[in-house]
């Protein structure tokens, strides 16, 4: 909802592109790290909470994950066509994510099964994503932090290498290190949000 009314009112403003700019940039850096941060972790939280019948679940939670992170970018952009009264584009955009989903289903569910499903959602949303990011540029020009997208992409892949290797002790020194990540990377993001918190319990 505040990002809602923070699309409406900034929409037309002079400042707009370095405005949504900031705040995308902003969030998804948050996430992509609370995304690598779930991936990290999971090794160790999920026989304390999953039963071992569903063992196989665990294979299938990264591009899930992954997912979910595309999503919260189209969520953000979504705001921003309906700040511009485009919920055309949002619905078409939402067809063409559902079509991709039901095709890479269908393509693939018999050879590789579940993982058809997980994947199929990672990669509609990701197609969203970039439909969206490309779409928006007539309207809001939207200028994405190259290099935090290139920390976020080998972080990654080092923490999914990781992840599918039978070795607890470098699963727990990749932990740390997305750790290191996940505070440096936000380390702003972080201070500003505390400083907030604290000012507001003074008053």
């Known amino acids: 909802m505040s990002w809602s009314e923070s699309a409406a009112l ?4 002079k400042d707009r592109d370095e405005f949504f700019s900031d705040i995308i940039n902003t969030v998804l850096r948050f996430f992509m790290a609370l995304g690598v941060g779930m991936i990290a972790c999971m090794p160790f939280v999920f026989p304390l909470f999953i039963n ?10 990264p591009p899930l994950v992954l997912g979910t992170v595309f999503n919260v970018a189209i969520c953000l952009y979504s705001q921003i066509y309906l700040a511009k009264k485009l919920s055309k584009q949002v619905a078409s955009t939402a067809i063409v994510g559902a079509i991709i989903n039901v095709l890479i289903n269908f393509l693939f569910i018999k050879k590789i099964g579940l993982y058809a499903a997980s994947i199929s959602t990672m990669i509609s949303y990701l197609v969203m994503m ?18 935090m997208i290139i ?5 990654y892949a080092f923490t999914l290498i990781i992840y599918y290797q039978n070795n607890i002790i470098l699963k727990a020194i990749c932990l740390v290190i997305v750790c290191i990540y996940a505070y440096l990377s ?12 604290i000012n507001k319990l003074k008053r």
Not at 10 to 13: E, G, K, L, V
Not at 52 to 61: D, L
Not at 151 to 155: N, R, T
């Open 10 to 13: 900034h929409i037309n403003a």
């Open 52 to 61: 071992s019948k569903y063992n196989e679940a665990y294979n299938y939670i």
């Open 130 to 147: 970039i439909y969206r990011h490309i779409d928006l540029k007539k309207y809001v020009n939207i200028k994405i932090d190259k290099k």
């Open 151 to 155: 920390e976020a992409v080998l972080m």
């Open 186 to 197: 936000n380390r702003n993001f972080l201070r500003s949000s505390f400083m907030a918190i």
